[in-house]
């Protein structure tokens, strides 16, 4: 009987220590107007709306969607006459379009993106930013 409860006991540790070693999804805000969103594998081919539904159960984003549209991310509204919004951009090339604008992160362009979080999937090793823009 001891021999069982030690064994589930190393078990249990072992599986610890595995979950606790994968790579989780990251936000960075840089300011209170950019968001970098850097996801885990976990979430490649979801939605980048289920990534942020994560990252807000963690407590780690707050954001609101108003008529499938990101209306407000960490407080930060879009106003009424949308002189402001939360623009998205990414590096995944399939699903972005520099013509629509870009923005640089750590010396990296990322394009606007074609899509919004509701249904842009997420692709393998790209990053997701959010920006406060005036209009």
Not at 23 to 38: M, P, Q, R, S, Y
Request: with cysteine.
């Amino acid at each position: 009987m001891k021999k069982a409860v030690a064994l589930l006991l190393c078990v249990m540790l072992f599986c610890a220590l595995l979950c606790g070693c994968g790579a989780k999804t990251k936000v960075l805000k840089e300011t209170d107007e950019f968001i970098v969103i850097t996801p885990s594998e976990d979430f490649v081919g979801k939605t980048l709306k289920d990534c942020m539904d994560d990252l807000k159960t963690r407590g780690e984003l707050e954001f609101t969607v108003n008529n499938g549209m990101i209306s407000s991310i960490n407080g930060i509204d879009n106003p009424a006459d949308y002189s402001y919004c939360w623009m998205l951009y990414t590096d995944d090339a399939e699903n972005s379009n520099d013509a629509w604008g870009t923005v640089v992160y750590e010396g990296k362009t990322y394009a606007s993106a074609t899509l919004g979080a509701e249904s842009l999937v997420i692709a393998e090793d790209c990053v997701y930013i959010w920006v406060y823009t005036k209009f």
